[in-house]
């Protein structure tokens, strides 16, 4: 079956403007993640969902950036206000129930560059 | 908070020949999860192999097999018969309690034909 598809591949934005990063999940799966990936590094931990709510969103950098999962399917990352230092690869991956037992499945992540 | 080390930036090894990636991470934790995921050059992260810390038998994985040292709070990731196809990014990864994976910085591995 399908996996887990991010939109767009690239985007490319100036300092200011407000950006939309979507992730499609893998059908079925409730739990959804974000993770951003700055160059050079591991991927580090922005938010969980387990179906609508936002399980823990401890990993949110500050309050210009925030994710929603409306429909427990389709989630988006919305990051307002951008800066330089936002550029990064954002991972998006879900997993069936959620927890340790369960792989996370990424998708192949959104290449957000701020001018 | 926990913390995962790569000490390895790169590491480049023959096609068909064994070669060791390592990781070390330190929490307080008694119970969680480790993990190694391959990043190839598409991004997307795949999960080569996962060790469950109350576990003493190590995970193996086909071609893949761990060396998990509990007290030394070691997880290395050894690779046999390395093929071409191995060539990416190698993270090693932590979960405890929560639903968050701690990743390290990553070892590139180039399989040499």
Known sequence: GAGVSQTPSNKVTEKGKYVELRCDP???HTALYWYRQSLGQGPEFLIYFQGTGAAD???LPNDRFFAVRPEGSVST????RTERGDSAVYLCASSSLGGPQETQYFGPGTRLLVL | AQTVTQSQPEMSVQEAETVTLSCTYDTSESNYYLFWYKQPPSRQMILVI???A???QNATEN??????????KSFSLKISDSQLGDTAMYFCAFMSGNEKLTFGTGTRLTIIP
Do not use: M, T, W
Not at chain 2, 63 to 72: D, T
């Open chain 2, 50 to 52: 996962r060790q469950e």
């Open chain 1, 26 to 28: 893998i059908s079925g």
């Open chain 1, 57 to 59: 969103d401890s990993g």
């Open chain 2, 63 to 72: 071609r893949f097999s761990v060396n998990f040292q509990k007290a030394a």
């Open chain 2, 54 to 56: 109350y576990k003493q």
């Open chain 1, 77 to 80: 990352l919305k990051i307002q």
